[in-house]
Nanobody, 117 residues
Framework: VQLQASGGGLVQAGGSLRLSCAVSGLRFRINNMSWYRQAPGKERELVAGITTSGATGYADSVKGRFTISRDNAQTTFYLQMNSLKPEDTAVYYC????????????WGQGTLVTVSS
C-alpha cells in the first residue's frame, strides 16, 4: 500500500494550496481518509477527514478555510486550503483507515506547507 502526498509549497498569507494524496495497493473499502499536520515542536493533529459516505469533519482552526474531498473511486483525496495563515505552516500527512478484512492504518510521507507573513 502506498500513499503519495503532493501539492505542498511556499505561499504568502491569504493564498491557497491544494494537496493531493494518491492511494494505491488497497483492495478494500477505505472507511476514513484524513489529513493531519505537524508543525515544528508540536504534536501531529487531525486537520480534516472524510468518510466512505462522504461525511466530513474539520479542526476548528481550519473550518471555513479548508475543504476535504475525494474522487469517486477513492483512489485520490484532496485538501483545498484557502486563506492560509502563517500558523498553518506544517508538514501535512495523509492517512487512510479501514477495518476490513482487518484494521489497517496507512500514512503518506508528508508534504511541507510553508505560509509566509
Amino acid at each position: 500500500v502506498q500513499l503519495q502526498a503532493s501539492g505542498g509549497g511556499l505561499v504568502q498569507a491569504g493564498g491557497s494550496l491544494r494537496l493531493s494524496c494518491a492511494v494505491s495497493g488497497l483492495r478494500f473499502r477505505i472507511n476514513n481518509m484524513s489529513w493531519y499536520r505537524q508543525a515544528p515542536g508540536k504534536e501531529r493533529e487531525l486537520v480534516a477527514g472524510i468518510t466512505t459516505s462522504g461525511a466530513t469533519g474539520y479542526a476548528d482552526s481550519v473550518k471555513g478555510r479548508f475543504t476535504i474531498s475525494r474522487d469517486n473511486a477513492q483512489t485520490t483525496f484532496y485538501l483545498q486550503m484557502n486563506s492560509l495563515k502563517p500558523e498553518d505552516t506544517a508538514v501535512y500527512y495523509c492517512n487512510v483507515y479501514g477495518d476490513y478484512p482487518r484494521v489497517y492504518d496507512y500514512w503518506g510521507q508528508g508534504t511541507l506547507v510553508t505560509v509566509s507573513s
